[in-house]
């Protein structure tokens, strides 16, 4: 083989490495499956206790941030359609400071019928590498990440977003996934509020 080929063939092979290394790095790490959280309801649980019979869907969001409060209805109608077909729904708090009260209310005013674990020291966010909210995680029912990101493409950046939405990210990787299909979509940028930053004009996520 010539150097010039050898050279190339080399980089390609680290290329693909890089690829796999990326997309698995979560999954194949899934400690943060195990790691406790104090609930809104009662008693501390883990993401890992709310499996459901064909996985879970995992929900990172601020009460604060006008981007996890404006697809409040989303999130409700996608946990009730879901649910019917075994997949559990729970939300995910990391947001320093945060209180059970607030989050009760949070819950409340979106009607909410899920669990909602408070990270306040950002042990969780950290585990899983997530830096806004709200940001989605697909989890199957043997515990492997399938899908991280965005819901779908309404938001193009913070208080800025498309009168149409045109990519179902996260219904589209459950379809594929129900249907036992290849989710050809498995990583996204998710749009909004940076998390541990505090709400600002300069917080957001720009696509």
Known sequence: MKAGNLSIYKNIIFLIWLLLTYHGSVGQN???????????????????????????????????????????????????EYEQQGIASVAVYPVVGITKDKIRKFAEDYNYPFTHLLDPQLKF?????????????????DAKLLYRGA???????????????TEHYLKDALKAYLQGETILKDNTQAIGCFIGSGMSDNNARHH
């Open 30 to 80: 899934n400690n943060w499956l195990s790691i406790s959280l104090a609930s809104a309801e009662g008693k501390p649980k883990a993401v890992k206790d709310i499996l459901s019979s064909n996985g879970l869907m995992v929900f990172v969001l601020d009460p604060d941030c006008p981007v996890s409060q404006k697809y409040g209805a989303t999130i409700r109608e996608l946990s009730q």
């Open 125 to 141: 966010a950290r585990a899983i590498s997530a830096e806004v909210t709200p940001e989605v995680y697909l989890i199957s029912k």
């Open 151 to 165: 819901i779908d493409n309404w938001f193009y950046e913070l208080g800025r977003y498309r009168r149409i939405i």
